[in-house]
């Protein structure tokens, strides 16, 4: 299994910054995801479809969305098995709610996937409510 606990996400005004959190655990992330595939950060808008935002793999590389370039960062801290996604000079458009995912191997896919930076994602979290007021 996989676990997730969100925090972060809550209401800020256009231009303002939040931070938020993932921490994961559970028997498939420690035995066969922990430093070998990527984290990712998605997000989804009432009546759309979900967007991937921000990947970090195991080297420390990420990827980026074009719309969030320059304002997001995404960062993982290993010791505590917990994914970041900073979230500065937000917009009205940033509102969604947020999830995490795991990359996944083929064999280990449980549930809907979304492809992001090339990569399959599953074992979604929760999700954080993030909402932008103009």
């Known amino acids: 299994q996989v676990q997730w606990a969100e925090s972060g996400g809550g209401s800020v005004q256009a231009g303002g910054s939040l931070r938020l959190s993932c921490e994961v655990s559970g028997y498939i992330y420690m035995t066969y995801i922990k430093d070998k595939y990527a984290l990712g950060w998605f997000r989804q808008q009432p009546g759309k479809e979900r967007e991937g935002v921000a990947a970090?793999?195991?080297?420390?590389?990420?990827y980026y969305t074009d719309s969030v370039k320059g304002r997001f960062t995404i960062s993982q801290d290993n010791a505590k098995n917990t994914l970041y996604l900073q979230m500065n000079d937000l917009k009205v458009e940033d509102t969604a709610m947020y999830s995490c995912?795991?990359?996944?191997?083929?064999?280990?896919?449980?549930?809907?996937?979304?492809?992001?930076?090339?990569?399959?994602?599953?074992?979604w979290g929760p999700g954080t409510q993030v909402i932008v007021a103009s």
């Open positions: 995912a795991i990359e996944t191997p083929p064999d280990l896919v449980a549930g809907p996937t979304e492809i992001m930076w090339g990569r399959e994602f599953s074992y």
């Open positions: 970090i793999d195991v080297d420390g590389n990420t």
